[in-house]
């Protein structure tokens, strides 16, 4: 059996739309656990008349406590041998668990994942990546493409999980729910650190479907600021055999990231933080060689030309950065 969990927080209009996508799925050994996360809509009502209405769904109503807790709080009532997730505003492709589960099996994998599409309100699809590609990975290939994040990325809900690898984040806190902003890496991280292999076929197979409230496209904040670089923190403390390199690599580009976001930000309200990172760029200027060299030349403009930078970068992303999630 699959267990689904679906972490649902004020999903009242689209929720009915996620659980028909999960319960016509082509494999139909499918439990689905819904985790109403202190809804303050309608969400926790529409749930409980439609699991009335259908066995296989099961409703648990938790106090409002962020996304990881709904989703370990459902892989704690589940009964599959393996987990998935589905965000409770998107949907999944009829056949989508049928093939990871098909690709886990053939190929031996703790983790079979796909690729994903995001679908913005105006009708527009940007696809990541659809290649067609099938790739298997042993646990330090996996967890490096994890971290470069060139081909697979690091959400948690196009991938099938066996259900052994969540013991330690059931059983210790490894997962810090203090969170908000790159938990899906972070919880990834963790279960590919447990899994002997993967596989992925880059076949897009879920629905992102974009909303402007999501918390991913709320303006800049301290989470936003600060959680991507606590998760790589937390990566690089975790010192897995083989990922120093990899890991080192990520912090210093998510610093970059962050820098970069904070540059673009026309309220004046980050200064203090914008101070914060360039500290941290220079504290780790000895990863810098490890970025690409369009990276290290941004790195060396931050640091040595941080006045000049703003105005220089700005002029960049305005004419010259295609951005894919806009």
């Known amino acids: 059996m699959i267990s689904v969990v679906v972490p649902a927080f004020n999903v009242e209009s689209t929720i009915i739309r996620t659980l028909e996508?999960?319960?016509?799925?082509?494999?139909?050994?499918?439990?689905?656990?819904?985790?109403?996360?202190?809804s303050t809509d309608e969400t926790g009502r529409i749930i409980d008349a439609y699991s009335s209405q259908h066995e296989r769904v099961l409703v648990i109503h938790t106090k409002n406590r962020g996304v990881t807790a709904a989703r370990l709080a459902?892989?704690?009532?589940?009964?599959?041998?393996?987990?998935?997730?589905?965000?409770?505003?998107?949907?999944?492709?009829?056949?989508?668990?049928?093939?990871?589960?098909?690709?886990?099996?053939?190929?031996?994998?703790?983790?079979?994942?796909?690729?994903?599409?995001?679908?913005?309100?105006d009708g527009r699809i940007s696809y990541f990546h659809n290649t067609g590609c099938l790739v298997q990975q042993d646990r330090t290939t996996g967890l490096k493409d994890l971290l470069d994040g060139s081909l697979v990325e690091p959400g948690l809900c196009n991938k099938l999980f066996h259900k052994n690898l969540f013991h330690s984040l059931l059983h210790t806190e490894m997962m810090d729910r203090r969170i908000k902003i790159n938990e899906d890496l972070l919880m990834n991280y963790i279960l590919f650190s447990s899994a002997n292999r993967s596989v992925f076929q880059d076949i897009c197979k879920y629905h992102y479907l974009v909303r402007s409230t999501s918390t991913s496209r709320a303006s800049l904040n301290q989470h936003k600021i600060f959680d991507p670089i606590r998760v790589k923190q937390l990566i690089l403390d975790m010192k897995i055999d083989g990922m120093t390199e990899a890991a080192e690599k990520a912090y210093i580009g998510t610093c970059i990231n962050v820098y970069n976001s904070l540059v673009m930000d026309k309220t004046g309200e980050f200064s203090r933080e914008q101070k914060i990172i360039w500290n941290l760029l220079k504290e780790h200027k000895g990863w810098i060689p490890l970025l690409s060299t369009k990276q290290q030349i941004l790195a060396s403009l931050i640091l040595h030309w941080p006045t000049g930078y703003k105005p220089i970068y700005r002029f960049y992303a305005k004419y010259l950065l295609k951005n894919c999630y806009e």
């Open 21 to 38: 996508s999960i319960l016509t799925q082509t494999y139909s050994e499918i439990e689905v656990i819904a985790v109403d996360d202190g």
């Open 74 to 121: 459902g892989v704690e009532q589940a009964s599959g041998e393996w987990i998935g997730f589905v965000d409770g505003d998107d949907e999944i492709e009829p056949d989508m668990y049928e093939m990871l589960l098909k690709n886990a099996e053939q190929y031996g994998a703790d983790i079979s994942h796909c690729g994903y599409q995001m679908i913005f309100a």
